[in-house]
């Protein structure tokens, strides 16, 4: 069969880039995850504990981050319950009561003016009509600063709630993935960027030699569009992925702006960071509108021993069922109950939903001979935190950036609003101070402040337009 123009991600999507070099600019992104990443976050005394509804507190935790001039904000989504053990699952919050991403940010949109908005919305559960309408809309509401982190969807518990047994297979839901990105992204170029004419002299309101239908039949979607919204301000929302499987690295090289990515050493770092560029480069894209944002968790104090302590004030919150629910979780669902605590961690079967997270857990466990009780309080210290100064989390952000590990940091707070508050009032002033990062914004939309192009349409060869 003929491919269409929305069957396939071609290189000449994007702009070429200058020939003279661009200086490398740091990037941070703001995860808010409402009350904080860290699963007893709620239990803080300085914590909003309904803060994943409480939309006067989110809205404040983004004027935060826009003062600060974050690149953007991320809200990250499941649609479903991951814990079945009713005993874990009335202890936890962020699985329980959330705003939906997407309606969020519309709020957001409203309440701010510069930062970007993204969030994460699934391509196994979703349409991609459905999707590419909700983020066009996002996109003109904002001014042109959303973002759509693409994801394939992690556990049984979300298939369970679209007609499904148990969660589609790993190679199969990126299959999907990659198409569903092609249709979006033709459904985006519907209309041609000048297409509307609002004349009111002449009553022709658009210019429909502007107006191309996107008659997609693949293997996964039948779509003929167009989709009914004009062409998004920054030509299509920026594309966030995180997958670090084989199959997610090619898709993020393929189709990412943006790449969230964990690691926990510098070397592991460089190793992705190098790899993932010479992938992009060989999609026939330049690496350097691929940008790459490991984790960075952080918990600051003045001196060392106050951000230690209130680390260790937070860690005391959590309750050990949890702890070891959320190990199991991540390992990808096994029953850890059924061997012993002090015992070793048993040989895995691969997991069906984060591959690379269970691949770095169990790496931890082999290599520091852990039990599994070891594993699961050792985990709730994510190996992402960094604890200590301003100057001694400003000199990780250096040299991570300096040493081509990252092109800035997806950074997470461990309970909120403090720790927010702690890196805006403490971390950036001393990064400004080296001169990584910027003092204001460099532009209006999100594309801008990450310094990437404006893709033209696929369209951008069609005939000139007609006389009115």
């Known amino acids: 069969m003929t491919a269409t123009p929305a069957e396939t ?11 003279a070099p661009r200086r490398r600019e740091l990037h941070l992104n703001a995860f808010l995850k409402p009350p904080g990443e860290y699963l007893a976050a709620w239990r803080h005394p300085h914590a909003a504990p309904d803060a994943g509804v409480n939309i006067r507190h989110v809205i404040e935790l983004a004027r935060t981050a826009e003062r600060a001039k974050f690149d953007a904000i991320f809200f990250a989504d499941l649609v479903g319950v991951p814990f079945a053990d009713q005993e874990v699952l009335r202890r936890v919050s962020v699985v329980n009561d959330s705003f939906e991403p997407t309606t969020l940010l519309a709020a957001l949109a409203t309440a701010t003016s510069r930062i970007g908005l993204i969030a994460t919305a699934s391509t196994t559960y979703n349409e991609p009509y459905h999707l590419a309408r909700t983020f066009a809309s996002i996109d003109h509401i904002s001014g042109g600063r959303a973002g759509w982190n693409l994801v394939t969807s992690l556990n049984d518990a979300e298939a369970q709630n679209f007609g499904l047994d148990q969660h589609v297979d790993h190679e199969l839901r990126y299959e999907r993935a990659a198409e569903f990105f092609a249709v979006v992204t033709g459904l985006w170029d519907s209309f041609d960027d000048d297409a509307f004419l609002y004349d009111q002299k002449t009553g022709r309101y658009f210019d429909e030699t502007r107006l191309h239908r996107l008659d997609h039949r693949g293997a996964h979607f039948r779509v003929t569009g167009p989709l009914n919204i004009p062409r998004p301000p920054q030509g299509r929302p920026v594309i966030v992925q995180a997958g670090s499987s084989e199959t997610g690295k090619n898709l993020a090289a393929a189709v990412a702006d943006v790449v969230f990515t964990h690691h926990p050493s510098l070397a592991e770092a460089q190793v992705f960071y190098a790899d993932l560029k010479a992938r992009a480069r060989a999609a026939g894209r330049d690496p350097d509108e691929v940008v790459v944002l490991p984790g960075l968790a952080t918990v600051v104090g003045r001196t060392l021993a106050e951000a230690e302590d209130k680390l260790d004030r ?8 949890v702890a070891l629910a959320d190990l199991a979780y991540w390992l990808g669902g096994v029953d850890l109950t059924a061997h012993p605590l002090d015992g070793p961690l048993p040989e895995l079967p691969l997991s069906n939903q984060s591959q690379s997270a269970q691949r770095h857990i169990v790496d931890r466990a082999r290599a520091g001979g852990l039990t599994i009780r070891q594993l699961a309080a050792q985990l709730t210290r994510d190996s992402r935190t960094v604890v200590g100064t301003p100057a001694s989390i ?3 952000i250096q040299e991570w950036f300096e040493g081509r590990g990252a092109d800035g940091f997806n950074v997470v707070f461990p309970y909120l609003p403090d720790t927010l508050d702690d890196f805006a009032t403490l971390v950036i002033p001393e990064l400004r101070r080296r001169g990584l990062f910027r003092a204001e914004y460099s532009g209006r939309t999100l594309r801008e402040n990450l310094g990437l192009p404006r893709p033209p349409s696929r369209w951008s060869t069609a005939r000139p337009r007609t006389r009115s």
């Not at 991600?9 to 020939?19: C, M, Q, R, S």
């Not at 937070?314 to 069922?321: A, F, N």
């Open 314 to 321: 937070l860690t005391r919150l959590l309750d050990p069922r």
């Open 394 to 396: 400003a000199d990780h």
């Open 9 to 19: 991600v071609t290189p000449a999507e994007t702009v070429t880039p200058a020939d």
